[in-house]
C-alpha cells in the first residue's frame, strides 16, 4: 500500500471543477515536491504537474496543483471528456529514500 | 523530441530474470538528467522501480532492490532494468522514463517529465 492516499474516484458534470487530494507526511509530501500524473486507459502516464504547481509546456491552465503541509491538491476546470482518466501524485520519501506514487484517482466526466 | 522506447520479452518464466531496455531518441543521456524504471500490474497502480544518472549512480526501491539492477549504455543511448527471481506477482507494464531529480533547499525535487509506451510482461509457465 503506498505512503500517499487518495480518494478512489471523483466526477462532476462536463465544464465543472473537480479537486483530488494526496495526503502524506513529512517524510515525504511534507519537505519534499509534489507531481502529478494523468493516465488515460491503455496510455503511458503523462506529467501534469510539477514542482508542486508548474505545468510543462502544453498542458492546459484548467489544470492547477498546489501543496499544504503533508497534503497536496489537484484541481481541474472546465472538465472535459477527455479529462476521463486516472490520476496519481507523487514525489520523493526521504525516509523510504524511494519515489512514491498516490493510491490514484479516477475521474469521471458525468 | 525526446522519445523512450522499451523492448524486451512480453513472457518470462518464473524464477527467471527479466531484461528490458529502454531506447532513448532525441537526446544524449550523457547530457544529463536520471533515467528511470516503473511498473504498474493490470488494473493496479504505479511503482517506482529505480533510476540511474548517466554517470552510472543509481537508486532502486528499497522494497525490489535485492532484485535489481539497473545501467547504462551511453554509447548507445539507451538504459536497462534486470529483474531476477520472478514470480507472477512482477506480472505488470513496464515504463521507462526521463527522471527529473535535484536537490535544493532541503528538498528533492522528482518528477518524471517523459514516459515511454509501457511493454507487458507477463510472468508465467
Known amino acids: 500500500q503506498s505512503v500517499l492516499t487518495q480518494p478512489p474516484s471523483v466526477s462532476a458534470a462536463p465544464g465543472q471543477k473537480v479537486t483530488i487530494s494526496c495526503s502524506g507526511s513529512?517524510?515525504?509530501?511534507?519537505?519534499?515536491?509534489v507531481s502529478w500524473y494523468q493516465q488515460v486507459p491503455g496510455t503511458a502516464p503523462k506529467l501534469l504537474i510539477y514542482?508542486?504547481?508548474k505545468r510543462p509546456s502544453g498542458i492546459p491552465d484548467r489544470f492547477s496543483g498546489s501543496k499544504s503541509g503533508t497534503s497536496a491538491t489537484l484541481g481541474i476546470t472546465g472538465l472535459q471528456t477527455g479529462d476521463e482518466a486516472e490520476y496519481y501524485c507523487?514525489?520523493?520519501?526521504?525516509?523510504?529514500?524511494?519515489?512514491?506514487f498516490g493510491t490514484g484517482t479516477k475521474v469521471t466526466v458525468l | 523530441q525526446v522519445q523512450l522506447q522499451e523492448s524486451g520479452p512480453g513472457l518470462v518464466r518464473p524464477s527467471e530474470t527479466l531484461s528490458l531496455t529502454c531506447d532513448v531518441s532525441?537526446?544524449?543521456?550523457?547530457?544529463?538528467?536520471?533515467w528511470g524504471w516503473m511498473r504498474q500490474p493490470p488494473g493496479r497502480g504505479q511503482e517506482w522501480i529505480g533510476s540511474?544518472?548517466?554517470?552510472?549512480?543509481?537508486y532502486y526501491n528499497p522494497s525490489l532492490k535485492s532484485r535489481v539492477t539497473i545501467s547504462v549504455d551511453t554509447s548507445s543511448n539507451q538504459f536497462s532494468l534486470r529483474l531476477s527471481s520472478l514470480t507472477a506477482a512482477d506480472t505488470a507494464f513496464y515504463y521507462c522514463?526521463?527522471?527529473?531529480?535535484?536537490?535544493?533547499?532541503?528538498?528533492?525535487?522528482?518528477?518524471?517529465?517523459?514516459w515511454g509506451q509501457g511493454t507487458m510482461v507477463t510472468v508465467s509457465s
Open positions: 507523487g514525489t520523493w520519501d526521504s525516509s523510504l529514500s524511494a519515489y512514491v
Open positions: 513529512t517524510s515525504n509530501i511534507g519537505n519534499n515536491y
Open positions: 522514463a526521463r527522471h527529473v531529480r535535484y536537490y535544493g533547499s532541503g528538498s528533492y525535487y522528482d518528477s518524471f517529465d517523459i
Open positions: 540511474i544518472y548517466h554517470s552510472g549512480n543509481t
Open positions: 514542482e508542486n504547481n
Open positions: 532525441g537526446y544524449s543521456i550523457s547530457s544529463g538528467y536520471y
